[in-house]
């Protein structure tokens, strides 16, 4: 059974930083794409980055390019996403989520086979 669960949400002020886990199970993590979405309130659920199975190439969404880093750690099957210069609008129920997929990774949902449950991420101004 595929199990993906992420952590680290909280209420932080604007300015500040938090850094979200998420840990997986069943699955060949070291072949999996791995992103990082979120949903904010009354809003479409959009994609906020993305990295490939080696962890050799990244992507963002524009708004937080510079401020958001993705890694992973294949040997601990989890994925992390590091979120500094936090902006009010960063405010949503982040998911981590696992596509199957080598070589590439895509912020677009669609193709993602496994999903977290979420995790709360508050920014106050």
């Known amino acids: 059974q595929v199990q993906v669960v992420e952590s680290g949400g909280g209420l932080v002020q604007a300015g500040g930083s938090l850094r979200l886990s998420c840990t997986t199970s069943?699955?060949?993590?070291?072949?999996?794409?791995m992103g990082w979405f979120r949903q904010a309130p009354g809003k479409e659920r959009e994609g906020v980055s993305c990295?490939?199975?080696?962890?050799?190439?990244?992507y963002y969404k524009e708004s937080v390019r510079g401020r958001f880093t993705i890694s992973r750690d294949n040997a601990k099957n989890t994925l992390y996403l590091q979120m500094n210069s936090l902006k009010p609008e960063d405010t949503a129920i982040y998911y981590c989520?696992?596509?199957?997929?080598?070589?590439?990774?895509?912020?677009?949902?669609?193709?993602?086979?496994?999903w977290g449950q979420g995790t709360q991420v508050t920014v106050s101004a």
């Open positions: 069943g699955l060949p993590f070291y072949n999996y794409a």
């Open positions: 989520a696992a596509e199957n997929k080598y070589g590439s990774c895509s912020i677009v949902s669609d193709g993602y086979n496994y």
């Open positions: 990295i490939t199975s080696t962890g050799l190439s990244t």
